[in-house]
């Protein structure tokens, strides 16, 4: 079982930046692929970026590509999503997910989920 947890959201304004952190516990993260997804009230969680076991390929959507970048650091055990140039319509709860070995892109193929956490931009 592998526990994830968060961090790193917040209030930003545009055009400014935030990192999010996703710490696991339980397990090491170095066999798991991991994603970042974001979901607003109403919507279905969206794929933002994912990262594979040793960081050798990075999936981005592209509604991010060239603003956000995934990173990893499985000695620590962390997963971080650098967002950058931040726009009106990136607010929303961020999720890390992990799975086994390969990123995906559809939250149903995830097994293990964060709480969240809430990034809101002001204009």
């Known amino acids: 079982q592998v526990q994830l947890v968060e961090s790193g959201g917040g209030l930003a304004q545009a055009g400014a930046s935030l990192r999010l952190s996703c710490v696991a516990s339980?397990?090491?993260?170095?066999?798991?692929?991991m994603g970042w997804f974001r979901q607003v009230p109403g919507k279905e969680r969206e794929f933002v970026a994912g990262i594979s076991v040793s960081a050798s390929r990075i999936s981005v959507a592209g509604s991010v590509k060239g603003r956000f970048t995934n990173s990893r650091d499985n000695a620590k055990n962390t997963v971080y999503l650098q967002m950058n140039s931040l726009k009106p319509e990136d607010p929303a709860v961020y999720y890390c997910?992990?799975?086994?070995?390969?990123?995906?892109?559809?939250?149903?193929?995830?097994?293990?989920w964060g709480q969240g956490t809430q990034v809101t931009v002001s204009s």
């Open positions: 339980g397990r090491t993260l170095s066999t798991y692929a």
């Open positions: 997910a992990g799975r086994w070995l390969t990123i995906a892109t559809m939250a149903r193929e995830y097994m293990y």
